[in-house]
């Protein structure tokens, strides 16, 4: 299940980066961010782009999947995936492939 709550996303950095043992300001350095940026992304008070996301998941040696499914396997399966996509309006479909292909170059950065 994707998240998409800012608080939510902000709780699965904020475990990911103790488990790694960094502290913000050395997170935040990685990532190109201010410590109170990245301060603020831990607490959800903020919406980042997904760039923003990409920078800290580089910085964290994690995928976004970690973070915007909460570490959890993918409810849906490919066909259903897929089905939905079909399902949504031209524009829609062009976003959806759009953050598809981010996500995909970001695995090769």
Do not use: K
Request: net charge negative; with cysteine; hydrophobic share 40%.
């Amino acid at each position: 299940m994707l998240v998409f709550d800012f608080r939510t996303i902000g709780n699965q950095l904020l475990a990911i980066r103790r488990r790694a043992g960094l502290t913000q300001a050395e997170t935040a350095e990685a990532a190109g961010l201010s410590d109170r940026t990245y301060a603020d992304i831990e607490r959800g008070t903020v919406n980042m782009r997904l760039e923003t996301l990409l920078r800290i998941c580089r910085a964290l040696h994690i995928t976004p999947d970690q973070v915007l499914t909460g570490g959890e396997e993918p409810e849906l399966r490919e066909a259903e995936i897929m089905a939905r996509l079909n399902d949504c309006a031209p524009e829609e479909r062009r976003t959806a492939l759009r953050l598809v292909e981010v996500y995909l170059q970001s695995l090769r950065d």
